[in-house]
Every structure is written in C-alpha cells, then in structure tokens.
C-alpha cells in the first residue's frame, strides 16, 4: 500500500522508523508537513523519502492509498477535518496508536507529558529530574524531537553543554527546553532516531526521564506516567485525542497554574480527570514567577513576548510574561499586531484568538530577524520576555528588558513523595 504520513518533524519519523519502514505492507511514498513552519522541502535522509507541505496533498491524490496522521495538540474537530479533505480525494485516513511504537527500556522510564500545549510540562520536568538527582540516581533527560534542520545531523543529538545548543544550530524553541535541564547540571538526548538514543541512555543512567513535547505521548514504554493538566483550559481532555489518550494511561495529575486560576477551575478539572482515569493520583501545584527587574515592567508601557508553542497551537492567547505584566503593574501592554512582518504577520491571521502579545518566533535566521525587527518597531518602553530563552542573545533589542521565570512550586512536597516511592519501589532494578 502505498501511503504518506503527516506530521511535524517529530512523531511522523518515529512512527516511520518503529512501525512502517520494514513493513513489507506499507510503501512511504512521501512524509506531508503540517504546523510547524519551513519544516517541508526536505528530504528524509534513511530512504530518501521528501518532505511536502501538507498544503500540496491534493497533487497527491493518485499517488497516494492511505494517509496516517502523526502530530499532536490537534483537536478532535481538527483531526475530521484533515480526514474529510483526505477522503474527497479518494485518500483514506487512519492515525497510528502510539502504544505500538513505545519502545521498551531496560531502565526505568518517568514520562512527563500534558493534556496541551504550554500546560507546564517544562516545569515539571526539570522538578522530577532534580529530584531523582537528590535520590542519588543518575538521570538521562531525552526530549520530544524538534528536528527543523540538517536532519542527517540530527539523528542523534547530544547537549552536554551549551555550546551544544550553537553545534546543532537549535531554533529558539528547542534552546527553550534544552537549556534549563543543562544549567541544573543535566546531559539532554534528542533527535530522530530513538531507538539508538534509548541504547545509548540505557548503558550509562540509572533513569531515563521523557520529557514530552505538545501533548503527544511517549516513545518509550513508561514506568511511571505524569501527564501535566492546565485549569485554563477545562475541557480539552476531552476535545483533543492525545490529552484524552495521555489521561487513560496516566498514573499521576499534576493540576498546574493553581495560584493564578479560581478554585472552581482547579475543582472541575480535577473532577474531568478523574471521570476519565479514576486510579491516578492528583496532585496540585503553582507556578511561580518571577521577574528579573520589576522596575522595567512598573507603571511602563510594556510588549510581551510569548513562548511560540504555547499561544499558537496551545491556543493560549497569553502565557507568563502577561501574567507577570499585570502582576508587576504595567502600565499598558501593547499590541503587537499591528507592527507585525512577514511571517509572523501570517501567523497572526493563522491563530485570530492571539491579542496584543508577541510569539516568540524563531525557526531559522530569518524568521529570528523578523522577530527581531518586529520588537524594536513596537513603541513601547520595554519588553518582558516570558518564555524560558534569554532572548537578548539572539536578538538585538533596542530597547529595556527583563525576563520572566516560572517553576514548579510542589504544594506539601506531594510530588517529592511519589518521586521517593518511586525510587524506593524500583531499587532492585537499579541493582
């Protein structure tokens, strides 16, 4: 049969690599692009299969049997939507389950993953990883992939230190996630081919921690499964597949964001979570932020940069910088729409519910450079940076700035105490 796969750069291959590439009932005509900017026009290197934008499917309806689609934080809506434009085409669809990829580790596996994007997954990430350090255990970070260039370079990745992050040329999203595990001390895995990161991984650490990209699941077969939820967004367990999926299997909530929620929120969201997966455990926390230098966002007229991920296909229309914003007194918070360029022009017709902030782009030199000129266009007094980049390295920016911090604060050391049941209960593992 022969068949294409839609993805972002990061589920689509994995499946590829685990599932279809020996199987003798599946041809991989061609990988379609969806999501992720300038991630088409390439060409997966193992079988030299090319790499379309997903826009070009109906060019394909002749060469192509079957579609499978591969790339999460997509609404159950969304999925029939993409299906029914496959099925006019004569193209039949199908999605994957991801439980017949998870590889399976001869060490333990904690997986950190989400109902959505920008739920604060990053948060409790790096938390589990400086507590299984406390343990004693040496802890291998791999990440979901994010691999948006040289893919023959990218098949294996590994961020010692942050000069690693310059060696592998990462876009400012993946420097977003790698570069907080590296500071606290950490080596970080990522790439395309899992199943060479997982052997390698497995003969030098005592732990493997997943840590989950958008609100796909993981890669390998967990031991213990944290799926993050977010009370600004009740509902979406339900609405979007993979946070349904996540919640089926999860061994531990993390309700996040408490302290900048109502009650109400966090009470009916714990009640969602629990009708649909009644034997895990909940366990509650805050994100806590704080600011450089409060005297840059003080009674001044302030542009906030958004993390990208979080405000486009996460579908929050602000994140932490607006929220440290109106905690720290701004002023105003400008609109950025109107000063916006180029792509990110585009992005902004693409996602309407984004107002005033700015995503902080930066999938490649240029599209950094239009983020860069559209910061310093914007007459404003100063700029909060509130995803976890230090923009300033990247970017020149011709005006007052301060970034925001978040971490996750463990209300009574709930999620410290599972970590240490965890251990003690796989000691002999380890042995």
Known sequence: MRIAIIGAAGRDFHDYLTYYRRNKNYKVVCFFATQIPNIENRVFPIGNIKIFSFDEIEKFSNKIEHAFLSFSDVSNEDVMNIASKLLSLNINFSILSPFKTMLKSRKPVISICATRTGAGKSTVARKVSLLLKKEGLKVAIVRHPMPYGDLKRQMFQEFKSLNDLKKYKCSLEEIEEYEPHI?????????????????????????????????????????????????????????????????????????????????????????????????????????????????????????????????????????????????????????????????????????????????????????????????????????????????????????????????????????????????????????
């Open 183 to 431: 500071r606290n001390g950490f080596t970080v895995y990522a790439g395309i081919d899992y199943r060479k990161i997982l052997r390698y991984v497995e003969k030098k650490y005592d732990v493997i921690v997943w840590d989950g990209g958008n609100n796909d699941l993981p890669f390998f077969k967990p031991t213990l499964h944290i799926v993050v939820a977010d009370p600004f967004r009740i509902g979406d367990e339900f609405k979007y597949y993979h946070a349904f999926l996540n919640c089926k299997i999860a061994d531990i909530f993390v309700i996040n964001k408490i302290n900048v929620v109502n009650k109400n929120s966090v009470e009916k969201l714990k009640e969602n979570l629990l009708k649909i997966n009644k034997k895990a455990k909940v366990i509650l926390a805050r994100s806590e932020i704080s600011v450089e230098n409060v005297e840059i966002i003080k009674n001044k007229r302030v542009l906030v940069v958004e993390d990208a991920p979080t405000v486009t296909h996460g579908k929050l229309s602000f994140s932490a910088g607006y929220i440290a914003a109106k905690k720290y007194n701004a002023k105003e918070i400008v609109d950025a729409r109107k000063f916006a360029i180029g792509s990110i022009k585009k992005f902004y017709k693409k996602y309407p519910h984004i107002q005033k902030i700015l995503p902080s782009f930066g999938y490649g030199e240029k599209q950094i450079k239009e983020l860069e000129n559209v910061i310093n266009k914007v007459n404003c007094d100063s700029v909060v940076l509130g995803d976890m980049v230090d923009l300033g390295k990247f970017v020149r920016i011709n005006k007052p700035y301060t970034k925001v911090y978040y971490e996750l604060k463990d209300l009574n050391n709930r999620l410290a105490k599972e970590i240490h049941h965890f251990v003690e209960k796989i000691k002999n593992r380890l042995n």
